[in-house]
């Protein structure tokens, strides 16, 4: 899991960095959960929590289902839409009760706007990106006027703020921490 949590990061700050042996990753991740100001402990859980990887080429998208809720994270690329709404449905998804932007990359919302016309949803959480990073894109524009159609808002994600799953299961928003450079990967949600 700790691997998979430094693949994550290292992806939301653009890649490129050699991936650590076990010690350093251990070390970097206990350094982010405390700057975050949670636990990096593991909590022990009883529920039931299944969390696909959804293959959208290039992009992203996972899936993370309990027996009461599920959360959508990316969805992919323009064109992936129908393909993750299909998946979504063959999983016996009826409702998205979370829908999480990571960042606003066509290779990680270029599919949602598809998906939230689809499926009845309950949140959306999004980085708060500073004006000026604000994608004008017809991707971009697509997906927040799929949002403001169905009449949802959106959540800003902070870290700290906690979701919960059901079945025991609780999101913790990581990142992003702070105010960064002018690369809006950086305020990926982690």
Do not use: W
């Not at 960095?17 to 982010?32: C, H, M, S, V």
């Not at 299944?50 to 993370?64: N, T, W």
């Not at 309990?66 to 992919?76: F, M, R, S, V, Y």
């Not at 979370?98 to 706007?113: C, E, N, Q």
């Amino acid at each position: 899991l700790s691997f998979f949590i430094l693949v994550l990061l290292n992806q939301a700050i653009g890649g490129g960095l050699p991936l650590p042996g076990t010690d350093e990753i251990d070390r970097a991740l206990d350094a982010l959960y405390r700057k975050a100001g949670i636990s990096a402990q593991p909590a022990s859980v009883q529920g039931d929590v299944r969390v696909h990887f959804i293959d959208v080429g290039q992009g992203d998208c996972a899936l993370v289902q309990t027996p009461e809720k599920n959360l959508l994270i990316d969805a992919g690329d323009v064109g992936m839409g129908d393909l993750v709404a299909d998946y979504l449905k063959a999983q016996g998804v009826q409702r998205l009760d979370f829908v999480l932007a990571t960042h606003p990359h066509a290779d990680h919302i270029g599919g949602m706007a598809d998906v939230i016309e689809a499926f009845e949803v309950g949140r959306i959480i999004f980085s708060d990106i500073p004006d000026h990073l604000l994608p004008t894109t017809r991707v971009y524009e697509r997906l927040l006027d799929a949002i403001a159609a169905k009449k949802l808002k959106l959540t800003r994600a902070y870290p700290g703020a906690t979701y919960d799953l059901g079945d025991g299961v609780r999101m913790t928003i990581l990142a992003p921490l702070e105010q960064y450079t002018e690369d809006l990967i950086e305020y990926s949600v982690v």
